[in-house]
T-cell receptor
């Protein structure tokens, strides 16, 4: 069982380019999340999905979009990347609801030049 | 606003005990999590507290005081592999996690 996987592991991207970060989980979790982690700051929620077919905005959604066509996949798209989107991106999943442990993917290190 | 405060960095000696504090001010409270994150890796779950008191799990214990908006993670018999960042997160009234910036723990021989 892989748990939760992310691709790519790392990417260098020119500003203005479009990029999709992939996330797949095989735990049949209802909820999925995208966070960014920057030095000196806590994990910040970008978008989330409580169940397949629904998505919601987190704390820092601008410049990002997501879709949840099925239970397993939750891609994050940067429509036109900017240098301030340089960060480590973590995808996570959980059963959903109170007290549910979130399980994290290995992360994608993205650099926008 | 919502705020989670933790010390940025702490140093401790192998075999010793260390306490990492976390204070919070959030819109609602549905529980507090501690996660461990080794450098370059993903966060992994350590503990969850929703009621006041101490939860013990092997060498790690976590304490919560809801009236004081305060928690701590206690690590005993420190090992070199405990060198990591420890993240405090509060589940708010919308069941979203609000994360502290993390405490980097350095273990010295």
């Amino acid at each position: 069982i892989a748990g939760i996987t992310q691709a790519p592991t790392s990417q260098i991207l020119a500003a203005g380019r479009r990029m999709t970060l992939r996330c797949t989980q095989d735990m049949r979790h209802n909820a999925m999340y995208w966070y960014r982690q920057d030095l000196g700051l806590g994990l910040r929620l970008i978008h989330y999905s409580n169940t397949a077919g629904t998505t919601g905005k987190g704390e820092v959604p601008d410049g990002y979009s997501v879709s949840r066509a099925n239970t397993d996949d939750f891609p994050l798209t940067l429509a036109s990347a900017v240098p301030s989107q340089t960060s480590v991106y973590f995808c996570a999943s959980s059963d959903g609801g109170q007290a549910d442990t979130q399980y994290f993917g290995p992360g994608t290190r993205l650099t926008v030049l | 606003g919502q705020n989670i405060d933790q010390p940025t960095e702490m140093t401790a000696t192998e075999g010793a005990i260390v306490q990492i504090n976390c204070t919070y001010q959030t819109s609602g409270f549905n529980g507090l999590f501690w996660y461990q994150q080794h450098a370059g890796e993903a966060p992994t779950f350590l503990s969850y507290n929703v009621l006041d008191g101490l939860e013990e799990k092997g060498r790690f214990s976590s304490f919560l005081s809801r009236s004081k908006g305060y928690s701590y993670l206690l690590l005993k018999e420190l090992q070199m592999k405990d060198s990591a960042s420890y993240l405090c997160a509060v589940e708010d009234s919308n069941y979203q996690l609000i994360w502290g910036a993390g405490t980097k723990l350095i273990i010295k021989p």
